[in-house]
């Protein structure tokens, strides 16, 4: 995707490493890059990355795929943070 090529480039990095989000406010979270799920609940899903934890937060959140590293979270998903070495 070229968007995410010249984000790249202009922060000075040479690839995202295939860590990508979309987030669609109250309807699902599409990640790529995922290396494994951390706690699960219907309000607050923890995804592993390489180098960071991120928090998807919101109500009835469900798993609608995880397959090869992508990872789609529906739901209504309100909030995406990134967590510090796990700790918010």
């Known amino acids: 995707m070229r968007l995410y090529d010249e984000?790249?480039?202009s922060e000075g990095f040479s690839a995202f490493a295939g860590?990508?989000?979309l987030f669609l406010p109250m309807r699902a979270v599409?990640?790529?890059g995922v290396k494994a799920l951390g706690d699960f609940a219907p309000?607050?899903?923890v995804v592993c990355f390489p180098h960071?934890?991120?928090a998807v937060e919101g109500e009835e959140l469900s798993i609608?795929?995880?397959l090869d590293g992508d990872l789609c979270i529906v739901g209504k998903p309100r909030s995406l943070s990134?967590?510090?070495g796990g700790r918010e």
């Open 30 to 32: 599409y990640l790529e």
């Open 64 to 66: 609608a795929k995880y």
């Open 82 to 84: 990134v967590l510090d």
């Open 7 to 9: 984000i790249a480039q």
């Open 19 to 21: 860590a990508r989000a």
């Open 52 to 54: 960071c934890l991120v």
């Open 43 to 45: 309000e607050k899903v």
